[in-house]
């Protein structure tokens, strides 16, 4: 703890990224492990685009499902930890990038300004015919599936399994990781590509990379510190 405490003082570029385990605390499921989102529902019935195009209704039922799941939590201090440093960073005139796989929202409700969401947000619904995008942060939908202005069906504006991630948001994320001198590796289970190969990339340019996590990743082996526990108690604790 204090080698990464101290590395991370040091640097005057930080990135981080974030996946499911830091949202675990507010109690959104993981993906992987134990009751994880994969352990009872198939990512290839939910989460890819031939499953969109096979049956909306179900897909849509499931997403408007999760966005009422959290509607009801809260960021908890992991995320809260994460919109501090940012500020502390920017009053120093310091560089400061979170980059999060997660769709939920959190990190923002936390009071983070700049996020690059690379897998996209639930609570943005996409127009499948004209791509008009629009913001709706009701916890259930009036429709489901809703619909655009133009008349045709919306999907849900997030990352499915075979799709390119949002290029311009994933071209900063990539710039940020191998600019950085510390990379924060936190709650990400780092086995979805792209986004996987982040720590490796930054390590090879150069940066420090501090993996927090509850269970050893593919990414500790390569990490030049380890932190294992929920990221609600050690985040604020490396930042202090
Ligand atoms: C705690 C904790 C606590 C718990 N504190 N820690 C190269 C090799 C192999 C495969 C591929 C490859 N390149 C592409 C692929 C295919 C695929 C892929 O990676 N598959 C692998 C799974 C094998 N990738 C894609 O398809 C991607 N697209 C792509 O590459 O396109 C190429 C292309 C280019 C140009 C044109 C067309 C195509 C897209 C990936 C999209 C992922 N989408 C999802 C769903 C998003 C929407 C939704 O939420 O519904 O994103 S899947 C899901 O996994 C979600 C997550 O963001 C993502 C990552 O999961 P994450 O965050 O790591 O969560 P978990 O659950 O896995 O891990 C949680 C971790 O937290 C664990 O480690 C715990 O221990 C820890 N933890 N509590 C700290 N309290
Ligand atoms: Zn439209």
New binding site residues.
């Given amino acids: 703890m204090d080698g990464a405490r101290d590395a991370l003082r040091r640097a005057s570029r930080i990135a981080v990224l974030t996946?499911?385990?830091?949202s675990?605390?507010s109690g959104i499921p993981?993906?992987?492990?134990p009751g994880?989102i994969w352990r009872t529902y198939k990512?290839e019935n939910l989460?890819t685009p031939e499953a969109f195009a096979r049956n909306p209704e179900l897909v849509w039922e499931w997403?408007d499902w999760?966005r009422s799941v959290i509607a009801g939590v809260e960021p908890n201090a992991?995320h809260k930890a994460l919109a501090e440093l940012e500020r502390k960073m920017e009053s120093k005139a310091r560089e400061f990038t979170l980059i999060t796989?997660?769709?939920d929202g959190l990190h923002t409700r936390a009071g983070s300004r700049k996020v690059l969401k690379v897998?996209?947000e639930?609570w943005t619904l996409r127009c499948t015919e004209c791509g008009r995008e629009r913001e709706d942060t009701s916890p259930r939908l009036k429709q489901v599936p809703p619909l655009c202005e133009c008349g045709a069906m919306e999907r849900?504006g997030?990352?499915?399994?075979?799709?390119?991630?949002p290029p311009k948001v994933w071209m900063c994320a990539q710039k940020a990781a191998i600019e950085s001198d510390i990379l924060l590796v936190?709650?990400?289970?780092?086995?979805?590509?792209?986004?996987?190969g982040l720590a490796a990339a930054a390590k090879s340019r150069g940066a420090v990379v501090v993996e927090?996590?509850?269970?050893e990743?593919p990414v500790t082996a390569g990490a030049d510190y380890s932190l294992r526990g929920?990221?609600?108690a050690l985040l604020p604790e490396l930042f202090a």
Avoid: C, D, K
């Fill in positions: 996946g499911a385990g830091i675990a605390e993981t993906f992987r492990g994880g990512a989460a997403y999760r992991g796989q997660n769709v897998h996209g639930i849900p997030v990352v499915w399994f075979g799709e390119g991630l936190v709650g990400t289970s780092a086995v979805v590509h792209p986004v996987a927090v996590n509850v269970a990743t929920p990221a609600g």
